[in-house]
Structures are given as structure tokens and as C-alpha cells.
């Protein structure tokens, strides 16, 4: 049954495009969560050079918020976009090597997290054990965020190249 427009060139409702869920809503009929998420990356990425022209137009210092504000976003998008890429199963090998591709900073960074944690650790247990320095004012029990750090990195090194399940 085809829809009777009353006027020429009005436009179709969602319903009416194949595969339209009902429940999903209109962002989600239109863009697939790989889609959507790279989008956001997308987005998160160009407000940094956004920011940086209003800036030299406008020498209004407010124009580095958005550029601080977008740096946790894009690391978060990267590691999530990194992680549809590697989970979607109809893709070919070259968006495989490109899912592996975005998880090669993810596992640096989280080596790098490993490494500032351990460091942590190790800081307060020798304060704590060997000797006391001038420049270390805590005790044993400041042992703190770095158990955390450690273990978060290990978490992104461990999530860097891991396909996940298939999306349903």
C-alpha cells in the first residue's frame, strides 16, 4: 500500500523507510551506533580547531574551556569507537587493521597508566619503608589513587584489542 501524499514532495515519515525500528527513536533509525559514534568523535575532534580560530578572532580566553573540556571526550570516543570497530562482524580486513589501529593508543595509554601507578605505589612504600624525604608528606596509608591507576590501565590494555561480543 503505497502513501497517499496530498502534496507533491512532502516528505515521508520515518514508518515509511524500511527497517525503521518504532521504539529506537530518529537518531537511532538513522545512524547505526558505529555511525553515531563516530560522528561524536567526529564532532568532539573539530572543536578543538573550532575554538582555536574563535580564539584568535576573538582573543576571548572562555574559548579554551571548549578545547579542555573536548580532550576527555575524544579520548573516550577514540576508545569507543576503536571498540565498534573491532566488534562489528560484516566489516572486511581493512577496517579490522583500522579497529586495531585505534587500539594501539589506547593500550599506550594505558601503559602509561600502569607505569605513573606503579610509580605511585612504589613512592609511597619507600617513603613509607626505606627512608623518608624531605618532599613526602603523607604515610603508608596514602597509598591513594594509585592502586586505581593501575588498575584502569590495565583495564585499557587488556579492552585495546579486544573484539568484544558481535552487535544482536
Known sequence: MRPNYALKGTLRTL????????????????????????????????VIPASIVLLAFTGNGWFYLPIILSLPAIVLYWMDFGREVRSACNLGPYARAVGIAFGVPQALFGILAVVLGLGLVAWVLYNSFIERLPQ?????????????????????????????????
Request: with cysteine; charged share 10%.
Open 136 to 168: 613526602y608528606s603523607g604515610g603508608f596509608l596514602t597509598l591513594g589513587i594509585g592502586p586505581l591507576v593501575v588498575l584502569f590501565g590495565v583495564g585499557c590494555v587488556v579492552d585495546a584489542f579486544r573484539s568484544g561480543s558481535p552487535p544482536p
Open 15 to 46: 514508518r515509511e523507510f524500511p527497517g525503521y525500528d518504532v521504539g529506537a527513536g530518529p537518531l537511532n533509525a538513522a545512524l547505526d551506533p558505529m555511525k553515531w559514534t563516530a560522528v561524536k568523535l567526529a564532532l568532539s575532534i573539530a
